[in-house]
C-alpha cells in the first residue's frame, strides 16, 4: 500500500500474482472507492507499489517485481501519473472503474547486475532519483538500485548498492523528505 498524494485520506493497493493489471484506490475503512486498469500491462507478479513526484506531477510505480524460484531474466516496474478520484464515486452510487492508456504508461524492464533475485520491498528515493528494490530470500538481504526515469528502451540493469543484516523483507518504504526509511519483515519493522 502507498498513500495517495493526490486524493488525501486514501491509499492505493493492488493485489498478488493472478490478478489482472489493475491498483485500487481505498478509504482508511478499506472500501474501495476506484479500480484502475492499466491497459496492455500484464501482470505476473505484482509485490509492490511506490510513490515518487517528477516534474511536479505525483507517479505511481507499480513493482512486477516477485520471483518466487528466481528464475525470471528481467523484472518490470509501471510509472503512471497518479489518477485523481472522482468525487461522484460515493456509497450509494458505488466504486468508478476507470482504464490508465498504454499511452500514459511507462513501463521499464529490469535485471539484476548479479542474477535473477525474489524481492518484495520497493521505494523511490527522491533525494538520488532512484528505484530501490530489496530482495527477499537471501539471510542477508541486498539493496538495488537504478535511476529512474530515464530514457532507454534497454534492459536497465539494478546495481547492489549494499547488504543489509535482514532476511525475508517483505515491504518497505521512504518518508517524502528522503530522510526516513521503514522496512518490514514477516516479524519486525525496522526505521
Not at 89 to 114: F, M, N, R
Amino acid at each position: 500500500m502507498v498513500a495517495s498524494r493526490e486524493n488525501p485520506g486514501f491509499l492505493w493497493t493492488h493485489n498478488d500474482s493472478g490478478d489482472e493489471a489493475r491498483i485500487f484506490l481505498i478509504d482508511t475503512l478499506a472500501r474501495l472507492r476506484a479500480t484502475y486498469y492499466l491497459a496492455g500491462v500484464e501482470a505476473r507478479d505484482w509485490e509492490e507499489i511506490a510513490w515518487m513526484q517528477a516534474d511536479g506531477r505525483n507517479y505511481l510505480i507499480i513493482g512486477d517485481i516477485g520471483d518466487n524460484r528466481a528464475v525470471r531474466s528481467d523484472i518490470a516496474v509501471h510509472i503512471i501519473p497518479e489518477p485523481r478520484f472522482s468525487a461522484f464515486a460515493d456509497s450509494t452510487s458505488g466504486a468508478i472503474v476507470d482504464i490508465i492508456p498504454s499511452t500514459s504508461i511507462q513501463t521499464y524492464k529490469l535485471h539484476y547486475e548479479d542474477g535473477p533475485r525474489d524481492a518484495e520491498a520497493m521505494f523511490y528515493d527522491p533525494l538520488d532519483e532512484q528505484l530501490y528494490i530489496i530482495t527477499k530470500r537471501e539471510l542477508q538481504v541486498g539493496l538495488y538500485g537504478v535511476k529512474i526515469p530515464q530514457e532507454s528502451s534497454e534492459i536497465l540493469t539494478l546495481n547492489r548498492k549494499a547488504t543489509l543484516p535482514f532476511a525475508f523483507i517483505t515491504a518497505a518504504d521512504i518518508s517524502p523528505g528522503g530522510d526516513e526509511i521503514l522496512i518490514k519483515n514477516l516479524l519486525s519493522v525496522y526505521y
